[in-house]
């Protein structure tokens, strides 16, 4: 990766930042689930997810009765490293409204962890995979949200994106010099 391009930046008091890696393996607060409106499991993320926390999650997730695309639910993480899983549900890309709820599903994602005094959070790439969101579109959606909410009001001290592969890393990269550039409250770190 060239290294004009920035896996970190400070938004008010919290850190956002991009790395390669699996999030199974996060010790943040939460992790967020890339999940399907019935909440039963599925594959990718939520596969990997379900595999790593153990059938205890699964139990709780068929008592949360669903979930709404661009909604977001909260469970314990069970043998995750996290306490907490926030399961969202992305839109499948190609609909007319595929961008709100895109960007939804990170808010509430957010909005959730907050209501539940979590401080720090580990997002996958929501609807990249089997949804089918070209990464250089849904990106610039995430880290939008993410750095909208991050100049707000809240107790967030980390956001982690958790990206599988370095070519969505360095999308997710342009797309947070992009919002350095545009919004001078998200500053390099020093
Ligand atoms: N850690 C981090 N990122 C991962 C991991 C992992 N362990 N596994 C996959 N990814 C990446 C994919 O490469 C993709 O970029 O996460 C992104 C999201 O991919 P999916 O898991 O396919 O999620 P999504 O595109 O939102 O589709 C959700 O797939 O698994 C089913 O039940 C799920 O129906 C739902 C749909």
Known sequence: ????????????????ELIEGDIT?????????????????????DGAIHRAAGPELLEETRALGGCQTGDAKISRGYHLKARHVIHTVGPIYGGSDSARLLAS??????????????????????????????????????????????????????????????AILQQFSKALAHQIQQQPGIVLPA
């Not at 010790?27 to 993320?45: E, K, P």
């Not at 996958?124 to 995979?129: A, D, E, F």
């Open 1 to 16: 990766m060239s290294e004009s391009l920035p896996l970190k930046a400070r938004i008010n008091h919290a850190v956002l």
């Open 25 to 45: 393996k996060q010790d943040t607060d939460a992790i967020v689930n890339a999940a399907n409106s019935s909440l039963l499991g599925g594959g990718g993320v």
């Open 105 to 166: 599903a990170y808010r509430r994602s957010l909005e959730v962890a907050q209501e539940n005094n979590i401080h720090t959070i580990a997002f996958p790439s929501l609807s990249t995979g089997a949804y089918g969101y070209p990464v250089d579109q849904a990106a610039p959606i995430a880290l939008e949200t993410v750095c909208r909410f991050l100049q707000g009001d809240h107790n967030i001290q980390l956001v982690r994106f958790v990206l599988f592969n370095s």
